[in-house]
């Protein structure tokens, strides 16, 4: 059998294939980031999941997709995780920017990631070339989640938020600033916790479309101007985008790329489905 995983800094997506080409198991944990999470956390994460684990003794291959793990070290420290718990298998660890490849194309392309953080590279068809390397919510993750969670706790405290959608916020949300505080610069995962507050857009847009629309436009022409423009290969190829807010949100991401003269590409939710495909396809 072989395990596939796609994660991010939330959620990780992983799937089990027996090598019939059928899928044993579905299942999903918290995200497994090694750029935010301690060992023991990310081995706690693993372990916890029962019904992936009774299959362990069975897994041949592990094929670990992985946000943070673009560089030598914490790949290593994730592929040491997951050996513990798959002690049979051959562990093999990506960065996640090459899962997001491989579920949504097999021709050259721009590919990005719109998930808790964002990210964008160049694939060729077979390898990942990163244009600027990803350096987290602090610096970087344009219109990722945690982007949107910042804008609107600014939005809110700055006094920008519409009023009636202030008092629905402040109802959703604990916006106690000692509780939002110890949180953002105290507690592991302050880009996940950032990340929460932009579910807020999915379940208030129809009621304030004005506001959000301007919010999305903001953050999409800002991770295009970033990331995108300054890389001229951007032009003369298709962009395909990976990640809730691009998919639910498609129609103005759609339009902010073609008003920067972009080819939009395929835009999906979950690159776990495109990824089961890829591994079927080469077994």
């Known amino acids: 059998m072989i395990l596939i995983a796609d994660s991010g800094s939330t959620k990780c997506d992983w799937?089990?294939?027996d090598y019939h080409k059928n899928t044993v198991l579905k299942t999903n944990t918290a995200g497994l980031n090694p750029a935010v999470l301690s060992v023991s956390q990310l081995q706690t994460i693993i372990?916890?999941?029962e019904k992936m684990l009774a299959h362990a003794s069975q897994i041949?291959?592990?094929?670990?997709?992985?946000?943070?793990?673009?560089?030598?070290?914490?790949?290593?420290?994730v592929e040491h995780c997951l050996q513990t718990a798959f002690k049979q298998a051959k562990i093999h660890v990506s960065e996640d920017m090459l899962g997001a490849c491989l579920a949504v194309t097999n021709a050259p392309g721009v590919v990005c990631i719109l998930g808790t953080g964002s990210n964008s590279c160049f694939f060729d068809g077979n390898k990942v070339d990163l244009p600027f390397?990803?350096?987290?919510?602090?610096?970087?993750?344009?219109?990722?989640?945690?982007?949107?969670g910042k804008q609107l706790l600014q939005d809110f405290f700055y006094n920008r938020m519409p009023e009636k959608l202030k008092i629905h916020f402040e109802n959703r949300f604990e916006l106690n600033p000692d509780i939002l505080k110890n949180k953002l610069y105290k507690e592991e995962a302050p880009n996940v916790y950032l990340a929460e507050f932009s579910k807020f857009i999915y379940e208030y847009y129809s009621q304030?479309?004005?506001?959000?629309?301007?919010l999305l436009e903001n953050g999409f022409n800002l991770f295009i101007d970033n990331r995108l423009l300054p890389d001229d290969r951007t032009r003369s190829y298709p962009v395909h985008f990976i990640g809730s807010i691009a998919y639910?949100?498609?129609?103005?991401l759609v339009d902010c790329l073609k008003n920067k003269n972009l080819a939009p590409g395929k835009i999906i939710r979950h690159p776990i489905d495109g990824l089961i495909d890829f591994h079927k396809h080469n077994m």
């Open 60 to 77: 041949q291959e592990v094929y670990f997709y992985g946000a943070g793990c673009n560089t030598k070290e914490p790949k290593a420290i």
């Open 133 to 148: 390397l990803a350096l987290g919510y602090t610096l970087m993750d344009e219109a990722g989640g945690s982007y949107f």
């Open 15 to 17: 799937a089990l294939l």
């Open 47 to 49: 372990l916890e999941n």
């Open 208 to 214: 304030e479309k004005p506001y959000f629309k301007s």
């Open 248 to 252: 639910f949100f498609k129609e103005i």
